[in-house]
């Protein structure tokens, strides 16, 4: 949208609130027959709403609850470079009145440019909870206990029914040999937590990953993986995203960077 010299003019004395009452109320008639103009103004107007000298944040009575969407819907490194640009634009030096009143305007619009293609892309690359779920379990990444040669492991076998999707017939092999065996096997329990998981058994699931979290096996942070992929199945984002933070606080950790990734997505 291009304005003529006087109309930017009256743009940035309107939004820096120093036009008289009686060029208020002239430009504001303005806004009302020219819905392109109204746009424009709103647009700068809710953007002011929203800055601030350090970092895009929320201040007393913003008037646009979708800028307040777009503020949120920001990590705060990328707002705080953003932000930077915007001020390094707005703070240029001119040479005469109407120019900086110009180039004031024209920054506004950079800025609402960058801030509608920054929402753009982080809406469009987000996903649901089951969206998520969907994209990120993968039961081949659990341990194999399927040894060349040896076809009498019933560890073997349970493996086998559960890469068949038989999850119940596989629980119940998995289920007797934990009881049977004198020490506590993290590889079983990740079969027992997802069987459960895949029989929609959520209670045992996360009953089985809170005692693997909580046990002083080498494997026990990757309960963090799999609880969140248990939440994410039932829907639940926030809880999902609270142990994923969890999970990401330390780089060791199971699936840390696939976390990250998660985090980002997740709506």
Known sequence: MNFDETTYEQIAAYLNNQMDEAEKIAFEASLENDTELASFVATCASLESVYDEHTWNIQSNASTEEVKALANQF?????????????????QNTTTKSKKSYFYVISSAVAVAAVITLFYFSFMQSITANEA???YHNWNALPSFVEKG???DTRATAQALFEAEKYQEALTIF??????????DPK??????VSYLELENYHEAIQTFDALQNSNTIDHHKAYWYLA?????QNNAETAKK???????????YNYEKAKELLKKLK
């Open 175 to 184: 289920k007797e040999y934990a009881q049977k065996s004198t020490t506590y």
């Open 75 to 91: 990590r705060t490194d990328d707002v705080a470079n953003l932000s930077k640009k915007i001020r390094d634009i707005q703070q």
């Open 229 to 233: 992929l248990t939440y994410l199945k």
């Open 243 to 253: 142990i994923l933070n969890t999970l990401v606080k330390n780089p060791t950790n």
């Open 133 to 135: 779920f969907e994209q």
């Open 150 to 152: 040896d076809t009498e």
């Open 188 to 193: 079983i329990q990740l079969y027992i937590g």
